[in-house]
């Protein structure tokens, strides 16, 4: 089976730094990704692993440790803009490709 | 390029009556997937086409639900007769056989009252 677990909510100030955390146990593993979701809108793309350490992309960075089933999202330099739902994502088979995502973590970005 | 194109983006049925939803990948993408998403929650995968072949639909209600991707481009999703738990948002998602992300159409906000 799989279970993929995050925290439901965070709150952080604008310009801070933010890590949200995600544990996860799967039948098999191929890849983690993190999805941004703002309220009422589609989920877009931030960033995938699929080798341990940590991948950076601007002011958001990635982390996984396979070893550990456990993965962080780092956003540096919050905006108001990133007050958003954060999902976490595992794929478990590259031949399926599809994705079980976790409940997500809603970040509020307080001036 | 253009995006995931679905239809129509909100749709109120009663309980019992039936509801199609339309999704138009972006081009030249093989893999297209339905996602259900209740408010609060992740996408959950319903159906997983690559082409217009059928790769995984286990978490699929057959007994109410189907989908059809008859050319390997657009794809309905239908739902007949709808439950009230079936209110959700449904979202479309294609990839290309090389890339890992996926892409997500603006999904389709379905209220059953």
Not at chain 1, 29 to 49: I, K, M, V
Not at chain 2, 30 to 47: D, F, N, R, S, V
Request: with cysteine; net charge neutral; charged share 20%.
């Amino acid at each position: 089976g799989q279970n993929i677990d995050q925290p439901t909510e965070m709150t952080a100030t604008e310009g801070a730094i933010v890590q949200i955390n995600c544990t996860y146990q799967t039948s098999g593993f191929n890849g983690l990704f993190w999805y941004q979701q703002h309220a009422g809108e589609a989920p877009t793309f931030l960033s995938y692993n699929v080798l341990d350490g940590l991948e950076e992309k601007g002011r958001f960075s990635s982390f996984l440790s396979r070893s550990k089933g456990y993965s962080y999202l780092l956003l540096k330099e919050l905006q108001m803009k990133d007050s958003a739902s954060y999902l976490c994502a595992v794929r478990a088979d590259t031949g399926r490709r599809a994705l079980t995502f976790g409940s997500g973590t809603r970040l509020q970005v307080q001036p | 390029e253009a995006g995931v194109a679905q239809s129509p983006r909100y749709k109120i049925i009663e309980k019992r009556q039936s509801v199609a939803f339309w999704c138009n990948p972006i081009s030249g993408h093989a893999t297209l997937y339905w996602y259900q998403q209740i408010l609060g929650q992740g996408p959950k995968l319903l159906i997983q086409f690559q082409n217009n072949g059928v790769v995984d639909d286990s978490q699929l209600p057959k007994d109410r639900f189907s989908a059809e991707r008859l050319k390997g481009v657009d794809s309905t999703l239908k739902i007949q007769p709808a439950k009230l738990e079936d209110s959700a948002v449904y979202l479309c998602a294609s990839s290309s056989l090389r890339a890992d992300e996926q892409f997500f159409g603006p999904g389709t906000r379905l209220t059953v009252l």
